[in-house]
């Protein structure tokens, strides 16, 4: 990372397309560290690794934007060492992608989430399926992933203008037919992400710690109650 940057960000490389495209439309050139997406599934991994990431960052950069939701309370007790911290007070990614927490909830909790970002991860829905129909043969397999996911009453695929929404859904669709769930799309929107970029942190949409600070788990009662990609509480 170029030490002239006063600012640099920390992301998850499932909203590496949102963010990219928002930092393009915005003209910013700030240094990312992308963390691999698939560390959500063991929360205490991706604490660490995000841990980690802003432990290299050196002293020079005074702001560092954090780029996650709280993620199963990966994010609780992560420390701000020598920089500002700011991430959005989100349960998880999905505000993220349609634009606040307040749009999220109007979804509830029945609607599994997903985008081209999420769909590459190596934890996606689809992912695991496929690691299921290996171990357990396509019978076993197919039991195993409607016991898991069969109290969803619909997919969503977001919008977010970003990637081949047709070949998204169309792939959503080949796995949810399996299942018997039907797959609508919805609009998405990445004002959170520029707010996160331009400095527009209001106070109920954004965690920001001073130097020395450290994520609690009282702030992560503020990020909103969801669910996150893998259908866990969040």
Sequence with gaps: MKKEHATCIVACETLKQELLAAMEKRGCDYPVAW????????????????QEAIDNIPPSYETVLLLFGFCGNAMVGIEARNHRLVMPRAADCIPL????????????????????????????????????????????????????LGHYQDFAVVDTG????GAVKSRVEDFAGQLE?????IPGSLRLIDALLSGAWREDEFLVLEPGGKVSFEDSLGAGKGQDFAGTPA
Excluded: C, Q
Excluded at 37 to 43: M, R, S, V
Excluded at 44 to 49: A, G, H, T
Excluded at 181 to 185: E, H, R, S, T
């Design 162 to 165: 970003v990637f081949d929404v």
């Design 97 to 148: 992608f349609i634009g606040s927490r307040e749009e999220r909830e109007t979804y509830g909790t029945r609607t599994y989430f997903f985008t081209e970002g999420y769909l590459n991860s190596g934890g996606s829905a689809v992912t695991d399926a496929s690691r299921i129909f290996e171990r357990y043969g396509e019978e076993d397999g197919l039991y195993i992933l409607k016991e898991m």
């Design 35 to 50: 963390i691999d997406a698939g560390k959500h599934t063991w929360p205490d991994k991706l604490r660490v690794s995000v």
């Design 181 to 185: 769930i039907p797959v609508k799309l």
